[in-house]
């Protein structure tokens, strides 16, 4: 037998104000559900299952958000998305490879860690970006240099060089 459940909810950024055409899924063991929020940041989604799933939106210029534990048939999820950060730079190499790492990681206070929700985007020439990143301080760091940079949500951090 197959346990059709409804979760619904909807997505919001930080003040409370509706956050439209957001891209929300639903993910359980048995099955996965996609689908958007309306312009009043409402959704609704159909899974199978019958334990919790883990719920999540984006919207591009947000932090991912990620819900766990939602139980099926729960149609009162508010999901947060906070605007997100951005650092953009170029990495500079005599030779510059094709091919470079580029390390995100995240200052907490027991440490440094990887800045897991961000996303990295590299280009031709050694331009990159790195978006979605939330409030705080980041170390950015490609071969064995490396820049520490301070990001506010909605912020736009532009010009990072780092050396090869």
């Known amino acids: ?23 929300v899924g639903a993910r359980g063991p ?5 689908g958007r929020s ?3 940041g409402r959704f609704a989604l159909g899974i199978i299952a019958s334990e919790p799933v883990r719920v999540l939106a984006r919207k591009p210029g947000y932090v991912i958000g990620i819900e ?10 508010v999901m947060v998305l906070r605007r997100g950060g951005s650092v953009s730079g170029r990495v500079i190499g ?6 470079f790492d580029l390390r995100v990681l ?14 990295v985007h590299r ?3 050694g331009c990159f970006s790195v978006t979605r990143l939330p409030s705080g301080v980041y170390e950015i760091a490609a071969g064995r240099d490396s820049v ?3 990001v506010d949500a909605g912020e736009s951090v532009d010009g990072v060089e780092l050396r090869l």
Do not use: K
């Open 1 to 23: 037998m197959l346990d059709l459940a409804l979760i619904g909810g909807r997505i919001v950024d930080e003040r409370g104000v509706p956050v439209g055409r957001a891209l």
């Open 30 to 34: 048995r099955d996965t559900s996609v």
């Open 38 to 40: 309306n312009e009043r």
């Open 68 to 77: 766990g534990g939602v139980e099926p048939g729960t149609l009162d999820v």
């Open 94 to 99: 005599d030779p510059l490879p094709a091919r």
């Open 106 to 119: 995240r200052w907490e206070r027991h440490g440094r860690v990887p800045a897991s929700m961000a996303s």
């Open 123 to 125: 280009r031709e020439g």
């Open 148 to 150: 520490v940079v301070d």
